[in-house]
């Protein structure tokens, strides 16, 4: 079975600065993966997803992610930080193996201090 | 379109009662997907449909538990009797085709006391 891992709880970037944050995954078969946030009592809202193709995604708000196959990991990136982006991310996987099983990591508490 | 339209967006119920959320799936949308959100436990998947046809329950916790999708854009879970611990956050959401996302509901949040 598939399985996300997000090893930090929480990351603390200054304004201005570039974030990652960290997702590992595992599955058995081709990975689909997506990168998710959510603000305070919001749903999540989607913010990019790798496929197939280049490894290097972008999304929403000037985010992207790189895949990458050997280390079987999708971390999210932005080269510029903003006080805004303070909210709580979640990276997920589908494996074609599983049907449209969509597994979460347990999420990562962004924040960007001023 | 209106997106994933969940409700109530609030619930508060006694211990032992019957809890019905709903769900509304964006137009054409032939996945639903139903979620639980807790603290301890993060985002847990429940239930999907393929076109209306429950694919996969083994997230349903119990008995107590039940999801239905009588049509393509109408979808309940519901909680007989319900208990303190199935106080969460539960979500739904849909998607279209395979290799797509899925969209989320604003959520109902369930509080049994």
């Known amino acids: 079975a598939q399985s996300v891992a997000q090893p930090e709880d929480q990351v603390n970037v200054a304004e201005g600065n570039p974030l990652t944050v960290k997702c590992t995954y595992s599955v058995s078969g081709n990975p689909y993966l997506f990168w998710y946030v959510q603000y305070p009592n919001r749903g999540l809202q989607f913010l990019l997803k790798?496929?197939?193709?280049?490894?290097l995604v972008k999304g929403s708000y000037g985010f992207e992610a790189e895949f990458n196959k050997s280390q079987t990991s999708f971390h999210l990136k932005k080269p510029s930080a903003l006080v805004s982006d303070s909210a709580l991310y979640f990276c997920a996987v589908r494996d074609d193996n599983y049907g449209q099983n969509f597994v979460f990591g347990p999420g990562t508490r962004l924040s960007v201090l001023p | 379109d209106a997106g994933v339209i969940q409700s109530p967006r609030h619930e508060v119920t006694e211990m032992g009662q019957e809890v019905t959320l709903r769900c509304k799936p964006i137009?054409?949308?032939?996945?639903l997907f139903w979620y639980r959100q807790t603290m301890m436990r993060g985002l847990e998947l429940l239930i999907y449909f393929n076109n209306n046809v429950p694919i996969d329950d083994s997230g349903m916790p119990e008995d107590r538990f039940s999801a239905k999708m009588p049509n393509a854009s109408f979808s309940t879970l519901k909680i007989q009797p319900s208990e303190p611990r199935d106080s969460a956050v539960y979500f739904c959401a849909s998607l279209r085709g395979r290799n797509t996302e899925a969209f989320f509901g604003q959520g109902t949040r369930l509080t049994v006391v």
């Open positions: 137009s054409g949308h032939d996945y």
């Open positions: 790798y496929i197939t193709g280049d490894n």
